[in-house]
């Protein structure tokens, strides 16, 4: 049996703390990702996401490696200190954010501002700041955790991403012309990748479903959905299978307006030309 770790001293970085742990029971064991994740049932990449700290996982999964490597507690009680970091997400996000890294998809409309995973570091910055953040460690902390999210969108078993951005969020500017011509080139880019999808709902196709609703779905590796709402002051994570359902049908129905994802890449480079 391996020996029981000593979490005291190390816990002020919990989450790199849990990965660490991991990572070096399994390197002990001698099993590779693919191996573990064939003993526990669950997609390797999850394993891999775990110990690259990308997400924590659920409770379920640090009882499940307790089991596994033989060290009861252990193992989910650094589950539970890293799903208690403050100073990496706000509470609201954290189990958010834990099932957005294990997603195997993820589809996101977004009515009014560059989704979070699309957002250059300055463009964060700036729009945090507009949310009430002043300049300093928390400002800082925040635009660092919302960069360690885009991670999601590379590396193996990197989830497929279709992300629908309203035409208002491409034409309502930053004030820094600099940093929103960084952003759009930023866009342009990320839409060249292999797993992601970018389109945009035109004004000419008038007022459609989901219109004041930043909406997520995230489609996990046991097949479940869930949903996220959100607007600038507050979010909701949606479990129940009927809502999450509803939310899929308006989101649906509002991908058949949006612009293709060819036409949107064309529509992309003409605003960065305008703007050069």
């Known amino acids: 049996m391996p020996p029981r770790r000593v979490v005291t001293g190390r816990s002020q970085e ?92 993820i589809q996101k409309y977004s009515p009014g501002v560059v989704p979070g995973l699309l957002q250059t570091e300055a463009y964060a910055r700036e729009l945090l700041t507009l ?17 360690s999210r885009r991670d999601v969108l590379t590396g193996d078993g990197a989830p497929q991403l279709r992300a629908i951005l309203d035409e208002a969020v491409l034409r309502r500017p930053l004030p820094d012309a600099t940093v929103w011509r960084e952003q759009l080139k930023y866009l342009v880019d990320t839409a060249e990748l292999w797993n992601v999808i970018l389109q945009v709902l035109p004004f000419r196709a008038g007022l459609r479903e989901l219109s004041h609703t930043d909406t997520a779905f995230l489609r996990l590796l046991d097949g479940r959905t869930v949903a996220w709402v959100e607007t600038a002051y507050s979010g909701e994570l949606i ?38």
């Open 14 to 105: 919990p989450r790199r703390r849990f990965a660490e742990e991991l990572r070096t029971l399994r390197t002990e064991r001698g099993d590779s990702l693919r191996k573990l994740g064939e003993a526990l049932g669950w997609d390797w990449s999850l394993f891999g996401k775990l110990e690259s700290g990308q997400t924590i996982g659920s409770p379920d999964v640090a009882q499940a490696l307790d089991q596994y490597y033989g060290t009861p507690g252990l193992l989910l009680a650094l589950w539970e200190l890293a799903a208690g970091d403050a100073t990496q997400f706000r509470e609201k996000y954290r189990r958010f954010m834990a099932l957005e890294g294990e997603a195997v998809s």
């Open 131 to 147: 949310g009430g953040l002043r300049p300093g460690d928390e400002l800082e902390q925040q635009v660092k955790a919302r960069m």
């Open 239 to 276: 479990e129940e299978a009927a809502r999450v359902e509803e939310l899929q049908v308006g989101y649906d129905r509002l991908r058949d307006h949006a612009l293709s994802p060819r036409d949107s890449a064309e529509f992309l480079l003409r605003l960065l030309e305008e703007h050069s």
